[in-house]
């Protein structure tokens, strides 16, 4: 190959290593921001909240982003962010968009979490997903039948469909790994906490800061898990050789 064949690709990585050097101040900007939704939700500030939550996400789409991370990953946490935006208004309306949005970003999640076709196939691997897919079976249909009554009437069917799909979103998380199955996890468990509120069930002490806490931790680990598992595949991929 001659040098002037050579040049973009050149060129390319040098794009690419310029903005990876926002990498780190994005994701310390992210966790700045973390933090002082967190500490502003135990202190009871909303007006901090209402600055530092509609940040989250945009900052750890950046991240993401400039760390090469896969356009489907990146949609999924700008999706976040709009759920995340509604979610400030306090009404039905702005909770049935949030949770659209959400549900928009999981479905970002499923597809990219199906583009990974060669884990799972051998046994071990395929009876440990099935297992762990009949664990989320049984704990989403637990927590349905036991909420189902104290769910407000016109949130019932939009909040079960929801959660299939959040379910779903858990399982397959695992396909990336420990980090991103984690994130999958913690994702549920935050929406489950919001839902026992919607019922008025009994709830820990400064519950959005729980809700928060989880949430954050469950995107982090999910953007964590599929920038992982971008950069196992590039490095086994095939050198290109001139």
């Not at 990876?20 to 700045?32: D, G, I, K, N, V």
């Not at 789409?61 to 400039?66: E, I, K, L, P, R």
């Not at 989320?136 to 009554?149: C, M, T």
């Not at 994702?187 to 839902?195: G, P």
């Amino acid at each position: 190959m001659s040098a002037t064949a050579s040049r973009p690709g050149r060129s390319e990585g040098a794009t690419a290593r310029g903005a990876e050097r926002f990498a780190r101040p994005l994701l310390l900007a992210f966790l700045l921001a973390a933090a002082v939704d967190l500490a502003g939700l135990l202190a009871g500030l909303d007006t901090v909240h209402l600055v530092a939550k509609p940040l989250l996400m945009p900052l750890l789409a950046g991240y993401a982003a400039v760390r090469g991370g896969p356009r489907l990953l990146v949609v999924a946490l700008l999706f976040g962010w709009g759920g995340d935006v509604f979610l400030l208004a306090d009404n039905d309306l702005a909770f049935l968009l949030g949770m659209g949005s959400f549900a928009l970003g999981h479905v970002c999640y499923l597809t990219l979490f199906g583009r990974d076709r060669d884990r799972g196939r051998d046994g071990g691997r395929a009876r440990a997903s099935l297992v762990t897919a009949i664990g989320y079976v049984l704990v989403l249909a637990v927590f349905l039948v036991l909420i189902w009554s104290d769910l407000p009437a016109e949130l019932r069917v939009p909040v079960a469909g929801y959660s299939v799909l959040l379910t779903a979103m858990a399982w397959r998380a695992g396909v990336l790994g420990r980090y991103a199955a984690a994130g999958g996890a913690l994702f549920l468990l935050s929406d489950a906490l919001i839902a026992t509120g919607i019922a008025e069930w009994p709830r820990l002490p400064a519950p959005d800061f729980w809700v928060m806490l989880t949430y954050i931790a469950a995107q982090l680990l999910l953007a964590l898990g599929a920038l992982g598992a971008g950069a196992r595949a590039r490095a086994a991929s095939p050198a290109l050789t001139p």
